[in-house]
């Protein structure tokens, strides 16, 4: 029977070049420091100035001895206090991924070949259980790479079960870092909650999972994505690619706008559609357009002030006066009787607007519609006009607008005028 060193040695991968291992000190970086070859390799530890004082100082201690034992040199290096929250909360993002940003930054910067982690099989399984319960698009389901750049991790494919038997066979002892335990953290959550209750066998599968998706996001080129005014891309080059490609650019941009919610598949279905069609395309996130080969997903801007006389672009969309009446549907609205300022913007859940049949929520008027919102202008006395044709429906004017004299106005897509 195979001895737990024995096993690791015959699954560990350990590239050439000059190496930089993480070392938090822990089970997994201790075990991972214990097998490198000591002439190529220094050990890194990333102080993050989030841990009680007394802790981290016997942390330290204790990883100075072990880096000695095993004649490998401990590099510390210590982030600036309030960095971490700093950047948490400039970027909306929770500590520990800040605090992991952070560290990867620092790590990357050293002047070695490879940075390793010692991640292994059963954070891979964490990684695919907690994307799949926090509702991440496929291609997130790939995991973590074995190789991301100069990232590299040894250990991937070894469990923690014979970390752990290794470990007390060498008799080595590690620190312990008590946010661990914290199970108000989603992956230690999963790691003291749900993974004990699966098989090796199903953490094989897990592992599987990650690897299959790898490999299907390997296929094809990805889309490249420029950002300037609005995010742009080539139309042959995103429907070259597949699938996956395909939804990933949606996400790398709902992502670059803000939006920490996940992309609702209907809106990714009906952009790839538009895409394909060279049309254009609304949502509640961002609009998009089609122009021969180029692509443009522009940004949503809430409110635009007005002075009544001027044509100007929207996010690509052409509002035009004193124009020619298109036909019996065109607004004409007399800009000399309203009460300034002229604002320009996109529905709101309170909105009203009244009609000649009546008042009208613009919720209910957007369901009758079958529209996702309306572009309206508005007054210091309330809603002028609702636009809308520019989905298929129809736009409307207010009552007290009605059969005055004025210019007339209307909202274009170049492309797709109705």
């Known amino acids: 029977m195979q001895s737990f060193k024995e096993q690791i040695l015959s699954s560990i991968i350990i590239p050439e070049g000059r190496l930089a291992l993480a070392f938090s000190g822990g089970s997994d970086s201790l075990a991972l420091l214990s097998l490198l070859p000591k002439e190529r390799s220094i050990a890194v530890y990333v102080n993050h100035n989030l841990r009680d004082e007394k802790e981290l100082e016997k942390e330290l201690d204790l990883n100075a001895e072990n880096a000695m034992r095993f004649g490998i040199p401990l590099k510390i290096i210590t982030l600036e206090k309030g960095s971490v929250s700093d950047l948490a909360q400039k970027e909306r993002i929770g500590l520990e991924a800040a605090a992991r940003k952070l560290r990867y ?6 002047d070695v070949d490879y940075v390793l982690t010692a991640h292994h099989k059963d954070d891979q399984a964490e990684t695919i259980i907690m994307r799949i319960l926090s509702g991440s698009p496929i291609y997130k389901m790939e995991g973590i790479r074995r190789q991301n750049g100069r990232i590299f991790r040894p250990l991937l494919t070894v469990s923690k079960d014979v970390i752990n038997g290794y470990l007390k066979e060498e008799n080595l002892s590690y620190s312990f870092d008590s946010t661990n335990d914290d199970v108000r953290y989603k992956r230690n959550y999963i790691r003291h909650n749900i993974l004990p209750l699966l098989s090796e066998k199903e953490k094989d599968m897990l592992s599987s999972i990650a690897l ?40 790398k941009i709902n992502g670059e706008l803000g939006y920490s919610s996940r992309l609702p598949r ?20 961002f609009i998009l357009k089609t122009n021969d080969d180029d692509v443009k997903v522009f940004r949503k801007r809430d409110s635009l002030l007005l002075d009544g006389s001027s044509s100007f672009d929207y996010q690509n969309l052409i509002y035009r006066v004193n124009t020619e009446k298109r036909d019996e549907k065109t607004l004409k609205i007399d800009f000399k009787s ?22 009208k929520r ?13 572009f309206i202008l508005e007054d210091r006395n309330g809603i002028i006009a609702v636009f809308a044709r520019i989905f298929g429906a129809k736009d409307r004017l207010a009552k007290r607008l009605l059969n005055k004299d004025g210019i007339y106005v209307s909202l274009e897509d170049e492309k797709c005028f109705l």
């Open 105 to 110: 930054e620092k790590l990357l910067s050293l």
């Open 212 to 251: 299959n998706m790898q490999k299907a996001n390997e296929r094809g080129e990805d889309v490249k994505i420029t950002e300037g005014e609005a995010f742009s891309f080539s139309r042959s080059d995103y429907i070259s690619s597949n699938p996956l490609k395909r939804a990933e650019v949606f996400y």
């Open 266 to 285: 209907g809106i990714i279905k009906n952009a790839d559609r538009s895409i394909v069609n060279s049309t254009s395309f609304f949502c509640d996130r």
């Open 338 to 359: 309203l009460s300034y300022p002229v604002v320009f913007r996109l529905s709101r859940s309170t909105d009203i607007i009244e009609l000649k049949e009546g008042r």
């Open 362 to 374: 613009l919720k209910e008027l957007e369901k009758e519609y079958k529209v996702p919102y309306f």
